[in-house]
């Protein structure tokens, strides 16, 4: 298994410019989650869903937005870059936890991006 | 919000000691903790959970401790090696928040030869 993968690893974007950044899982993750993380800083999450369909709003959604057409793939799309937007992203997935079991969510290695 | 916090922000050990890297959170209604691991360049990784109806789990080289009583979270690493430099973080999940995770800012451990 590849676990999750996160393209493209590293992006320069200027201010007003939009892409998507791809994430993928090959686990049957029911979870997914997106996370950006400034430097020196834990990680805050942005979106997140529970199933092809199902998204919603983490602790910082604004100037973000994501799809879940299937279990497989979580994009997060960013509109209108800003260079508050400078961070690197995290695409984590985690399977459906039990009524008495939890599972910790598996993280991809990041896109880098920066937005000058 | 509710923050999750750690009490050092860097930790310096010597190769083969043991270390200990503490982590609090205020959020009683969290019922679910987890240690990370994160080098340079990678995603976190997972290194041990623990359930709030514990107090201590143990792992491969590690130990989890839970005091619930002053909201306190720790990971022991047992004979440190250089492979355990990195920054560690503890994250919280509320019970009955679809397994959204809060993080705190992280610990870098530094293992000396």
């Known amino acids: 298994n590849a676990g999750v993968t996160q393209t493209p690893k590293f992006r320069i974007l200027k201010i007003g410019q939009s892409m998507t950044l791809q994430c993928t899982q090959d686990?049957?993750?029911?979870?997914m989650y997106w996370y950006r993380q400034d430097p020196g800083m834990g990680l805050k999450l942005i979106y997140y869903?529970?199933?092809?369909?199902?998204?919603d709003k983490g602790e910082v959604p604004n100037g973000y937005n994501v799809s879940r057409s299937t279990t497989e793939d979580f994009p997060l799309r960013l509109e209108l870059a800003a260079p508050s937007q400078t961070s690197v992203y995290f695409c984590?997935?985690?399977?459906?936890?039990?009524?008495?079991?939890?599972?910790?969510?598996?993280f991809g290695d990041g896109t880098r991006l920066s937005i000058l | 919000g509710e923050n999750v916090g750690l009490h050092l922000p860097t930790l310096s050990v010597q190769e083969g000691d043991n270390s200990i890297i503490n982590c609090a959170y205020s959020?009683?209604?969290?019922?679910?903790f987890i240690w990370y691991k994160q080098e340079s360049g990678k995603g976190p990784q997972f290194i041990i959970d623990?359930?709030?109806?514990?107090d201590k789990r143990q792992g491969q080289r590690v130990t989890v401790l839970l005091n619930k009583t002053v909201k306190h979270l720790s990971l022991q690493i047992a004979a440190t090696q250089p492979g355990d430099s990195a920054v560690y973080f503890c994250?919280?999940?509320?019970?009955?928040?679809?397994?959204?995770?809060?993080f705190g800012s992280g610990t870098q451990l530094t293992v000396l030869p």
């Open positions: 686990m049957n993750h029911n979870y």
């Open positions: 869903s529970v199933g092809a369909g199902i998204t």
């Open positions: 994250a919280e999940n509320m019970r009955g928040s679809a397994r959204q995770l809060t």
């Open positions: 984590a997935s985690s399977p459906r936890p039990g009524r008495t079991s939890n599972q910790p969510q598996h």
């Open positions: 959020n009683s209604a969290s019922d679910y």
């Open positions: 623990i359930r709030s109806n514990m």
